[in-house]
Structure formats: C-alpha cells, structure tokens
C-alpha cells in the first residue's frame, strides 16, 4: 500500500467530510438555473448559469471525494484485518471518533462483536476512566505515532498500545501482561516469589508463588515489606499470612521503569541457630540495624545495661561521646571512625556504668550494619577519677 493510498491531500480531505452538504449545493444550483430561465435580463441569465454549474460541479467533486475516501478506508480496513486477524491479543482498528470498525479474532472471543460501538465502552469493563485514558494516549499517537500505557485492574496487569494509521485511523492492543514470559519461562512456572514493579512503585504483577506467600494480591510494595526502600541483596522481613518471613530481595532493572523483584526466603532454622549461638557468647554484643537501632543484644549485654528492647536507638542508650552518638553510628557505617574504642556512659540504671564501646561494620546475609563490642570501664573511670583528684591535692 503506497503512502499516497493512506491519507488523502488536505483538499480533498476536506471536500469528503463536507460531502453530506453536497445534496443542498444540488438543490442550490437547481434553483439558480431556475431562475436564470425565468428572468429576462440576458447578462443577469448568464451569471446565474455559472453560479448553477459552479454548484454543481462542487457538488459532484465533494461526492466524488467521499467515493474516494470510503474507498480508500476500506482498503486500509482490509490490509488492517490482514494484519492483525491472528494476533493471539485482542486489537482493534478505529476512527477517530473512537468507533470500532474492525476487531480481531481474540477480540471477538473476548468481547463478542463491538463493531460500531465506541472502544470506551468495550475497555469499561476492564479499568475505570476509559475514556480519559484513550484521548491521553491518542493525543500522543497523534503527536509521535504511537503510544502505550500499563494499566492496574482487578484481574491483573494490561498493556495497552495504539498506533496511528493514516490520518483519522487508529489501531489499538490489548496486552495482558500476566501472560508476558521472564527469562524465557512463564512467570508462574517460577517456584520462587516474584513481582513486577513500575518506578512508582505499583505493583504490576505477583506471580502464584508470592501470592500464596502473601495471602493475596496487592497493588503497593508497603503491603508486602515492612521495611522500605527495597535494597537489592539485602534482607527485607516480608508480611506472609502466616506471620513474618525473612528474605534476601534480588531486583533487576528493566524497560520503561520497571523491575522485577524476586525473593530468596531464609530458613527460620538457621537463623534460630545462629541467634543461639550469639545469645551464649561471653563477650558484650549488641547489633546495630544501619539506622543505628538495636536488632539483637546477647545476655552479657543485657547483663550491663539491663533490659534492651529491640528497635531502640544506641543513643537512647548511651551518652557522653561529647558529640552526637548517632554522628558517630554514621561515621562507623562509612568507614571512617577506624575502629577506635569510646567509652561511653549508660543513660539508665540504678549506678553508674561506664562501658568501654568499640563499633565494628559488618555485612550480615547481604544487609549493612553495625557490631558494638562492650566491656565494662567503671572501674577504670573510677581509678582515672581518683587520680585527677590526687594530682588537685
């Protein structure tokens, strides 16, 4: 099909959409013939007979413009629903009011026929504000040619695409996303929990996996996580229906913003041993989340300082750096505080304890944090005190 076959010149365009007024141009000239038969003046006879064939010929020209036209869009309708007749996604080719004119084989079996109707009406029963939606994406398949939109419904994630063809046409695609293949296998093939995810993060899809996990189907990642933002080979504690699960979070990054997380669960058993073994250790231990906030403190812990609820700030708990505790916190994720011991005071108690902290980086199943070692300093505070107070006497 040649270039000139897809769109008519501006002209003629213009004369075809002006083609039902052609009749009244007919009764026009009619009438100025009749009145050139009846009146006498010769030159007035003569100007009114070019004025009836003038009329005429528009009329006959805009007619033959819509023949032409019609023609034309049956042509293209035609080499339209060769293209597109097996396409295993419901397409279809519109005016631009938005009326159906063809619709594919997958379209009907969805749909049933819609031929006539406006595609607004079809896509309502998919996803709310059809029409806003469409005149989004037509606005911008006038502007570049074609354009697409990944939707959020009920039953999933749609793809919907539009080109234009020629110049009033318009092919639109209904894609399901759920059906879209990962790495060569379907997504719900894959044993492991995954999802995809737009760069604002909504959700766009869950495979069977994860919505077993979860118990459901979600559209927000807070739904799942309780700890945002998602960091690619760190924990995340996930919000499973049968309680919280621990799992290593690997995100790839794909095209047009979004990316696919997948979740690698850890055994609950493994950790248990290794909580354990950290609980029975005779040193002062306490782990440190990277926001500084108390993940874990073992018995000789607790042993000087008391009771260490989870969650809680190392400042809350310590004080007397002469700077903030939690400028230095930052300073050990980074790298820069080498490792030097402080000795700090504990904030609460019934005595006074000076504990000698050292804050180590550590990088635990793929997560940054922090290890601080304690040892008990009061004596040592207390023999420094004494002699400051000798050297005064």
Do not use: C
Not at 155 to 174: N, T
């Amino acid at each position: 099909m040649g270039r000139n076959e897809l769109a008519l010149q501006p002209l003629s365009k213009t004369m075809a959409s002006l083609a039902p007024g052609a009749v009244y141009l007919a009764l026009a000239a009619v009438l100025a013939a009749g009145l050139a038969v009846l009146i006498p003046d010769r030159a007035t006879t003569w100007a009114l007979f070019s004025v009836a064939g003038t009329l005429l010929v528009t009329s006959i020209a805009m007619r033959g413009a819509f023949f032409v036209e019609k023609r034309r869009h049956g042509r293209l309708q035609e080499a339209l629903s060769q293209f597109i007749a097996n396409d295993a996604s419901p397409s279809f080719a519109t005016n631009e009011q938005g009326e159906i004119g063809y619709q594919n084989r997958a379209a009907l079996e969805r749909f049933g026929s819609r031929g006539g109707q406006a595609l607004t009406r079809t896509l309502a029963e998919l996803f709310a504000d059809p029409g806003g939606v469409l005149r989004r994406l037509k606005n911008k398949a006038v502007a570049t040619g074609a354009a697409r939109e990944d939707l959020v419904t009920r039953r999933g994630h749609l793809r919907l695409s539009v080109h234009r063809v020629g110049a009033s046409d318009y092919l639109w695609r209904l894609e399901d996303m759920a059906e879209r293949v990962i790495g060569g296998r379907g997504a719900e093939t894959i044993s492991l929990p995954m999802l995809t995810v737009s760069k604002g993060g909504t959700i766009l899809f869950m495979n069977e996996a994860l919505r077993r996990l979860v118990g459901e189907r979600v559209r927000s990642l807070d739904r799942i996580f309780t700890d945002l933002p998602l960091r690619s080979g760190e924990e995340h504690e996930i919000r499973a229906e049968a309680g919280p699960v621990t799992a290593v979070v690997a995100q790839i990054d794909g095209a047009g913003g979004r990316s696919e997380v997948y979740l690698l669960p850890i055994a609950s058993q493994r950790r248990d041993a290794e909580g354990a073994h950290f609980e029975a250790l005779p040193v002062a231990l306490i782990k440190l989340s990277a926001h500084g906030k108390v993940q874990a403190a073992n018995r000789a812990a607790r042993g000087l300082l008391g009771r260490i609820e989870t969650q809680t700030r190392l400042s809350d708990l310590l004080e007397g750096l002469g700077r903030p505790v939690s400028d230095w916190v930052t300073d050990a994720l980074a790298g820069r505080a080498d490792g030097r011991p402080e000795v700090l005071r504990a904030r609460h108690g019934e005595r006074e304890v000076f504990l000698q902290v050292t804050l180590s980086r550590i990088l635990e199943n793929g997560r940054a944090g922090l290890l601080a070692v304690l040892s008990d300093a009061t004596q040592l505070k207390t023999l420094e005190a004494q002699f400051v107070q000798s050297q005064k006497m």
